[in-house]
Nanobody, 116 residues
Framework: QVQLVESGGGLVQPGGSLTLDCLAS????????MGWYRQAPGKPRELVAT???????NYGNSVKGRFTISRDNAKNTVYLQMHSLKPEDTAVYYC??????????WGKGTLVTVSS
């Protein structure tokens, strides 16, 4: 079993920046890919960014050039640096991992609100 705990969400003004982080924990596990998805009210969950253990990244089109994903494998932590935030970035951001046991795990989510 893998537990994911996100932190760093909150209210930010348009054009501002915010960093999210997510710690993976559990017993006898290995996380492989890690990343972030988001879900805005009334919309389906969408890809934000993912990163493999080997640091290969994949970004959603709407965040390319503004968001940066990184991870610390030793700490089982993934980060999401968000810049030039827009109101349409408002969503619940979910941490995700694909573990060595072949299962997907999700965090409970952290709310990011971009508003003046």
């Amino acid at each position: 079993q893998v537990q994911l705990v996100e932190s760093g969400g909150g209210l930010v003004q348009p054009g501002g920046s915010l960093t999210l982080d997510c710690l993976a924990s559990g017993s006898a596990f290995r996380v492989n890919d890690m990343g972030w998805y988001r879900q805005a009210p009334g919309k389906p969950r969408e890809l934000v960014a993912t990163m493999t253990r080997g640091a290969r990244t994949n970004y959603g089109n709407s965040v390319k050039g503004r968001f940066t994903i990184s991870r610390d494998n030793a700490k089982n932590t993934v980060y999401l640096q968000m810049h030039s935030l827009k109101p349409e970035d408002t969503a619940v951001y979910y941490c995700w991992t694909y573990a060595a046991n072949g299962m997907d795990y999700w965090g409970k989510g952290t709310l990011v609100t971009v508003s003046s």
